[in-house]
């Protein structure tokens, strides 16, 4: 609506009478804020929720069921990447060549399309039965815990408040063991007139304390992802505008900027299709993350180069083909397709079974964040680089600042933070599951009451 309505956007500039265009009104700055944080909203539902739920329709206790799971969460980002691939061709096409209320309307009916599709299959999915606040079971460990700081823990595990049914127990672990006095057993734990009933709040299975430890767990993992989309950033903003500068005809075709990601999208496409489940994290990690970046950097040395020769400004077409760009799009694709499923099945596979959402929206919430941290190292960057003439590294005219030294930047980060993540993997411990009696005899050759 508010690129087809003229009350809810600025009037076109009119470069032939004066330089200056009309900025947006409040209401106006209101109404565009308003439609990019609905959209936000709607896809921190959607992103959270969706990947967790299409997991939940295999069972777990079905051999064939698991092997097909095993391959969903490549197919669901093959998909989200075809749509991605839909977007920076046909409907950058159509929004520079018809309209940009042609291309939002597209949108917006195609996503009303996808709403009854998937309504249509309520009667045929599985629903988990719900087992309470994955955020409240947190609270209430940590409380309890709190509470009980300053009581000495039992030197055996086995004294500890454990109320779970066996096969759904988690094994103890030496870590965090301050959570653990959360599950001390005192008197006063017991709720009034319920004695066999504990308050939750002061007393808490080994379970969900180690549920708790399990989330903990991943938050380094966590950390160290976030500089990743701080450099995807990057590929939707900065390398357009290089693009944007450069020659891209092919024929009497011209290739739109915003369409140079489709290298972009392709290199997820077919790394994809060659993503190797026994790929060791270390590569997904590796791949796209200081090389993408170095190799943006020594592309935009070139173009600089090519643009100080001909005093090019922001509007002069460099005679330099846009393709000299493809490496760091294809560099930096690549890690994304590694990443995003490497770290969604890690994230929802080593999380407890009824945190998955919560654990996929933590693992979403590195791509927010890794935006918010990309426009505040490009804040930061021109207030440390700029002049007062509006010169340094994040110049208005691209062709007067040094893209590249900010590409380099983001290329040493990187490797540091491939360093740090190096250590969160030697950290990490992987949560196993509670052994039942029967395997405990059968290891140790010893009798159900030895055991006891």
Same mark, same amino acid.
């Given at each position: 609506?508010? /690129?087809?309505?003229? &009350?809810?956007?600025?009037?076109? %500039?009119?470069?032939?009478?004066?330089?200056? %265009?009309?900025?947006?009104?409040?209401?106006?700055?209101?109404?565009?804020?308003?439609?990019?944080?609905?959209?936000?909203?709607? /896809?921190?539902?959607?992103k959270s929720s969706v990947s967790g739920f299409g997991s939940d329709q295999f069972d777990e206790k079905d051999k064939k069921e698991m092997t097909q799971m095993t391959y969903f969460f490549n197919r669901f980002?093959?998909?989200?990447?075809?749509?991605? +691939?839909?977007?920076? /061709?046909?409907?950058?096409?159509? &929004?520079?060549?018809? $309209?940009?209320? =042609? *291309?939002?309307g597209i949108c917006s009916v195609s996503m009303f399309v996808a709403i009854l599709i998937f309504l249509s299959g309520t009667k045929r999915y599985r629903y988990k039965k719900r087992m309470g606040s994955p955020i409240v079971h947190i609270l209430q460990v940590i409380v309890a815990a709190t509470t009980k700081r300053k009581i000495e823990l039992p030197k055996n595990v086995s004294l500890l408040y454990e109320d779970s049914p066996e096969a759904t127990r988690i094994q103890h672990s030496d870590q965090f063991c301050c959570l653990d006095k959360a599950a001390i057993i005192l008197e006063e734990d017991y709720q009034r007139n319920v004695s066999s009933t504990p308050n939750p709040w002061k007393l808490c299975s080994v379970t969900r304390v180690e549920e708790v430890k399990m989330m903990i767990r991943l938050l380094p993992v966590w950390a160290t992802t976030i500089i990743f989309w701080t450099t995807y950033a990057q590929m939707i903003t900065f390398s357009v505008e290089q693009a944007s500068t450069m020659e891209r005809s092919i024929g009497h075709f011209q290739i739109p900027a915003g369409s140079l990601t489709v290298f972009f999208v392709g290199a997820i496409l077919i790394t994809l299709a060659v993503y190797d489940c026994l790929i060791i994290r270390l590569w997904k990690k590796w791949k796209g993350k200081p090389v993408g970046m170095t190799a943006a950097s020594l592309a935009e040395v070139k173009r600089l180069s090519v643009?100080?020769?001909? $005093? $090019?400004?922001?509007?002069? /077409?460099?005679? #330099?083909?846009?393709?000299?760009?493809?490496?760091q799009f294809f560099l930096v694709g690549s890690g994304e397709a590694f990443i995003y499923t490497g770290q969604l099945d890690f994230f929802i596979t080593q999380s407890p079974k009824g945190m998955k959402t919560m654990s996929t929206g933590l693992f979403l919430s590195t791509l927010s964040l890794g935006f918010f941290v990309s426009s505040l190292l490009v804040s930061v960057v021109k207030k440390v680089t700029g002049s007062n003439d509006g010169q340094g590294w994040l110049a208005d005219n691209i062709n007067d600042g040094r893209l590249d030294c900010f590409y380099g930047l983001?290329?040493?980060?990187?490797?540091?933070n491939f360093l +740090?993540?190096? +250590? %969160?993997?030697? =950290?990490?411990?992987?949560?196993?599951?509670?052994?039942? #009696? &029967?395997?405990?005899?059968?290891?140790?050759?010893?009798? *159900?009451?030895e055991i006891c």
């Open positions: 609506m508010s /690129t087809r309505l003229p &009350q809810l956007r600025p009037p076109p %500039c009119n470069t032939t009478l004066s330089r200056k %265009c009309e900025e947006a009104n409040g209401f106006q700055m209101g109404i565009l804020y308003l439609s990019l944080y609905l959209i936000a909203l709607g /896809t921190g539902g959607l980002f093959f998909f989200i990447s075809i749509g991605t +691939l839909t977007a920076v /061709t046909v409907l950058v096409y159509i &929004q520079d060549e018809v $309209g940009r209320s =042609w *291309a939002y643009a100080k020769d001909v $005093g $090019g400004t922001t509007s002069t /077409t460099l005679p #330099l083909s846009v393709f000299l760009l493809v490496p983001l290329a040493v980060s990187s490797f540091i +740090l993540f190096l +250590l %969160c993997t030697v =950290w990490y411990k992987k949560q196993k599951p509670q052994r039942s #009696l &029967q395997i405990e005899i059968a290891a140790n050759g010893s009798s *159900a009451e």
